[in-house]
Nanobody, 130 residues
Framework: QVQLVESGGGSVQAGGSLRLSCAAS????????MGWFRQVPGKEREGVAT????????NYADSVKGRFAISRDAAKNTLFLQMSSLKPEDTAMYYC???????????????????????WGQGTQVTVSS
């Protein structure tokens, strides 16, 4: 059974940095796509960054390109999200997710709606103050 446990959230001032971690276990071929999503109350969960575990190919939401970086340590089964130049609008609950390989809109590898991901962590809160 796949289990995902996030850590590393917290409070930071605008312009600061945080690194989120997601410890994963129970991986199979059904977890070729991994990613980070975020959600604020009253809004839909949105994709932030994803990675295709077989090749390391990454995709990002336009709102975080150039500021966030997703990476994975396969030996430690850990997924990371390095967040820099944080803005107040980055404030959200961040979730780690995993699922089968898919191509989203415009053929983007592993980047698409949260319904494509079958496994989720419990979330970690990120708060950015101005």
């Amino acid at each position: 059974q796949v289990q995902l446990v996030e850590s590393g959230g917290g409070s930071v001032q605008a312009g600061g940095s945080l690194r989120l971690s997601c410890a994963a276990s129970g991986f199979t071929a059904s977890t070729s796509c991994m990613g980070w999503f975020r959600q604020v109350p009253g809004k839909e969960r949105e994709g932030v960054a994803t990675i295709y575990t077989s090749s390391g190919y990454t995709n990002y939401a336009d709102s975080v390109k150039g500021r966030f970086a997703i990476s994975r340590d396969a030996a430690k089964n850990t997924l990371f999200l390095q967040m820099s130049s944080l803005k107040p609008e980055d404030t959200a609950m961040y979730y780690c997710a995993a699922g089968r390989f898919f191509r989203g809109t415009a053929g983007r590898v592993c980047f698409g709606p949260p319904t494509n991901f079958g496994y989720w962590g419990q979330g970690t809160q990120v708060t950015v103050s101005s």
